[in-house]
């Protein structure tokens, strides 16, 4: 469970709220490509991740990353019960698609880079720690039904 | 992970462009350290740690002075750290966990300010030459 104080949930609610969830999903998944290659290792079809613009402005990344951060989302609205709303997805990531959930820790970290690109001062030291604290959930709650 | 012509060059061109104000960007990044990850409070109980503490302030100014001595020996970080790295790993005994929360609060304080600056690529060098950097702060542990 994350614990959030009522001033942080309200932070997060509200700057949530600006950000436009298909842009700022494929900048984060395409930024993880960039900055940890191996990452990649995930997505062998979908195409050409040969360079950054590449990996920027490719399609499936783009939609790929859309999907992610609308789970995200969904996250957002559950924040009481991450566990239960990631159930599904981690068995997914487990026993289907075999990711290292090594790779959600990145990801967060990707996310709160983007967001602090897109809201500069808005993104006070207390709004980040915040949304830290949101991306460990989400990322443990994905790593809840490894085994 | 080997830090390329281009990694260098942008990690160069950037820094030329913070200027003197490497310490402010070091001193936002400490502030944000403490509150996103309260746990490297820990090795700071003898300061002050409120907003706009002037011990803080001095504590980001070291850091800026010795991420500004890496950005001018790239090519040999262990050696150019090997003093500071002496320091935190016998004196001051930090875990290297906490080299990795400054040095991603160090890419958020730059993202935050320098969005235009802050695309995928240079994003990628950054965190490459943050990593070569904690790695050098990190060799003489253990």
Known sequence: MVHLTAEEKSAVTALWSKVKVDEVGGEALGRLLVVYPWTQRFFDSFGDLSSPNAIMSNPKVKAHGKKVLNSFSDGLKNLDNLKGTFAKLSELHCDQLHVDPENFKLLGN?????????????????????????VTGVANALAHKYH | MVLSAADRAAVRALWRKLGSN?????????????????????????????PGSAQVKAHGNKVADALTTAVAHMDDLPGALSALSDLHAHQLRVD????????????VTLARHYPGDFGPAMHASLDKFLSHVISALASSYG
């Not at chain 2, 310490?23 to 003898?46: D, M, N, S, V």
């Open chain 2, 96 to 107: 290297p966990i906490n080299f990795k929360f400054l040095g991603h609060c160090l890419l």
């Open chain 2, 22 to 50: 490497v310490g402010i960007y070091a001193t936002e990044a400490l502030e944000r350290t403490f509150t996103a990850f309260p746990t490297t409070k820990t090795y700071f109980a003898h300061f002050d740690l409120s």
């Open chain 1, 110 to 134: 990707v996310l709160v880079c983007v967001l602090a690109r897109h809201f500069g001062k808005e993104f006070t030291p207390q709004v980040q720690g915040a949304f830290q604290k949101v």
